[in-house]
């Protein structure tokens, strides 16, 4: 299937898919999240070859949110949000949290609405030194969606999360680090690169191993510590009979890199 709103190409057991609408700054429309769609089910499919997904937007913005100009309103114009949520930014959500592989978010600009809830969805998320973050809803009365209200009070905490919501005011991305939200920040000139290169080396780690990290981390708010710690035993038994467990502890005596396959 070829593309007119991302990019998709998978090289080297990476996957990297660019949202392609420089123009709108890479905004969300119905036409891109068939394409999400579609290529997030690529980087599911074993035969793919996939080991890590790279995210990032072309152009100077990383996504706006929804493209506000698909909304033709009228003074008594009455549009089903909860359908276009329940079809579209949820679905993409979910298929990117469930990817059993990690997944490194590139913010190279604004990240705005379900834009911003994109970049939060990453396992790990790197943004350009210029780049932005805004919880836009409120400016349209409008609750965060995709997620942003399971992720905001997670990651910055309580009080931060509210006056982001509340407030829908810009930040850095300096100051998205500090309050947890992304990973780190980097010069602009290097975040591809960087970003690139994290992706390469998630790729020749135990996938399945750093799946299930995914799976325990994902549960462990909801779970009590003995329940956790249940959780941990069960995910390390299945572990423990990986060719990647095998393959770490044999590389460890002999004293020698790893060679991973994902298995």
Excluded at 93 to 118: E, K
Excluded at 209 to 236: V, Y
């Amino acid at each position: 299937m070829s593309y007119s709103t991302i990019l998709f190409d998978v090289a080297d057991g990476v996957a990297t898919l660019t949202l392609n609408r420089p123009d709108k700054l890479n905004a969300f429309t119905a036409e891109m999240h068939a394409e999400l769609r579609d290529a997030l089910g690529k980087v599911a499919d074993p035969a793919t070859g996939c080991r890590a997904l790279l995210i990032t937007g072309a152009g100077r913005g990383f996504c706006a949110g929804q493209d506000l100009t698909q909304r033709q309103m009228t003074e008594n114009a009455s549009i089903d949000l909860g359908e276009t949520i329940d079809k579209q930014f949820n679905p993409l959500i979910r298929s990117l949290r469930s990817l059993a592989l990690p997944v490194v978010g590139a913010i190279n600009g604004v990240a705005a609405g379900a834009g911003m809830s994109l970049a939060l969805a990453c396992d790990i998320t790197l943004a350009a030194r210029s780049a932005s973050f805004l919880q836009a809803f409120a400016r349209l009365g409008l609750v965060p969606d995709s997620g942003s209200t399971f992720f905001l009070p997670r990651l910055a905490g309580e009080a931060r999360a509210r006056g982001l919501a509340m407030l829908a005011e810009k930040i850095s991305a300096e100051q998205a680090a500090q309050w947890g939200l992304i990973w780190k920040v980097v010069d602009d000139d290097k975040l591809t690169a960087e970003a690139v290169a994290l992706a390469r080396h998630l790729a020749t780690q135990p996938t399945k191993g750093l799946a299930m990290i995914k799976h325990a981390l994902d549960q462990s708010s909801a779970n009590t510590l003995d329940q956790q710690l249940d959780l941990e035993r069960d995910l390390q038994r299945t572990l423990g009979h990986s060719a990647d467990y095998r393959e770490g502890v044999k590389a460890f005596l002999e004293k020698r890199p790893p060679k991973f396959t994902g298995r």
